[in-house]
């Protein structure tokens, strides 16, 4: 069985000494730490303390265990081949451990928690044998933050600890502001792969058996057999997102899968935006979208994680608690992201991307030829036989100041204002290119019924729809009809000062398979017209299903589109809308009882307005 979870009371003096805690470090850390080293028996342990000779040791490390190779072409960047078998987040092998399963929901893997610390007790008994165990203090926010949230990520994958180095604050400083409180989230991951003495080492360790492992109650997660992304680095997808959603219901703010970003005009306009789209559906890109328009700049405060908490104003305050960005390699092109092309000249970890003969990386989409002698993903020669070069979920991680867009104060501790809140997801057919809720409960009814054509970044079918309501459905981490419900009152705490709530496509597509819509940064082009909204400025038509740009108001200047094809990017067609409407009612119907009364209202009212037009 596992250890329980570190508690203020319960901590027993155990001397610092033996675990290598550093001076001064809350017994209540050290007694939790040295329980963990007890059960897994690593090698030694490592204190991570974030500086930059931690990091160099780590990439010494890699590099002498193959698990990275050198990029030449990038100073300070390095290559990581993962076992073919450890490529994206595995949902299946995804649980949450509620006491009581109505509060894990219809969307959740549920397991009781006293069977699930049972089976972890036996996978992590001995699973650190033979290998390092660093302990990475970090901050999710920057320390000490009115937003902000600690943790303590326990590790025996020197991948992991780089990782983390880059996507948040790492070190001493969060370790010092957990002293004399519990506030702060306990994870431990282990690639359950310990080494025999004398063992060889592979590059990437890993174990066929997966738990990604989340107790709400006791804020815990214990995460066992892969090290690859949302599986393992812990801060992400488990805390900042599955566990902190707990924790802000529980204390009335929102942790939310969304970019934040702010786009200002030369004459003073601007506007704070957060967007939520499912996995691999383009929010690094919104994030660090160049306006093809005159007069507009975007700059980046976040790519995939924002925390949100009404201010002493009566405004959402929003802040990206990360500090770098795990981004999709395949697509990004001096022509669809040239920030991101730039932001990874140096110092960046990239994983499962080709290599070129003359060391430099490359993926599908980065230029239009296939390079001569590439070395795929695997580390074999490339055969298109074999399939693509890169992986489709391969990465970048990077820190979020090498992003030339990055906004000045983005690690501002009070955070943004926001004015604009935008839903989206790949939808071939049917969604317009852009439409506003009427309202804040119609913006929670447009959230509750996103939905999305399946990519990489988790096993399972790609391109398959499927319902991923406010792109949260493999993050949030109790009964998302509660979680609609605590979206619901957030507006009605909000107010006047509620954000306005919008729904983007920007996958529509023609008979022939191709895009209706040229994206990228043509999508300035949109949020021109959501800031319009947001000012009262820009008109808009109200239909069925929300308010569309009226004829006009969406700029077209200096565009080369059809008349026929914005025709077709608005177009709504009843009927397929009223018969997605039966899918809809079925998905809400699992929720039973938790099920908020004002998304019915909503559904009927769409329904009504549909049947009526
Ligand atoms: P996660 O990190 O998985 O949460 O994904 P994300 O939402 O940040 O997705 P990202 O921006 O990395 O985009 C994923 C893919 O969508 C990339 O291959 C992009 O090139 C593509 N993409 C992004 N924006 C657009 C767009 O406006 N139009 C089209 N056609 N493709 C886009
Ligand atoms: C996602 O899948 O939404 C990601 C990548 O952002 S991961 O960190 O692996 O979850
Ligand atoms: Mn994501």
Known sequence: ILPAAPTRASAKPV???RVGAPEGADPGVVSWVASVAELTEPRDIVWCDGSQEELQRLIDIMLEAGTIVPVPKRPGSYLARSNPDDVARMEDRTFICADDAEDAGPTN??????????????????AMRGRTMYVIPFSMGPVGGPISKLGIEITDSPYVVASMHYMT????????AMHGTRDWVP?????????????QDVPWPCNPTRYISHFPETREIWSFGSAYGGNALLAKKCFALRIASVQARDEGWLAEHMLLLRMKHDDGRQIHLAGAFPSACGKTNLAMLQPTIPGWTVETLGDDIVWMRPGPDGRLWAINPENGFFGVAPGTSEATNATAMAMMDHDTIFTNVAMT????????????????GLIDWQGRPYDPANGPAAHPNARFTVRAEQAPSIAPDWDAPEGVPLDAIIFGGRRPTQVPLVLQARDWEHGVYVGATVSSQQTAAAEGPVGEIRRDPFAMLPFCGYNMGDYFTHWIDMGHRLGRHAPKIFSVNWFRRDEDGGFLWPGFGENARVLEWIAGRVAGTAPGVDTAVGVLPAEGALNLDGLDIDEAVMDELFEIDPKAWLSELVDVEAFFGQFGRALPTGLVRQLNHVRWRLEHV
């Open 15 to 17: 001397k610092p000494k």
């Open 109 to 126: 893997n549920w397991r009781d928690p006293a069977s699930m610390r049972q089976v972890l007790g036996g996978l992590f008994d001995g």
């Open 169 to 176: 604050r790492v070190g001493t400083a969060a370790l010092e």
């Open 357 to 372: 003969p003359d060391g430099d990386v490359w993926w599908e989409g980065m230029t239009k030829d296939v390079p001569e």
């Open 187 to 199: 994870a431990v991951h282990s690639i359950g792969a310990p080494l025999a003495d004398g063992q």
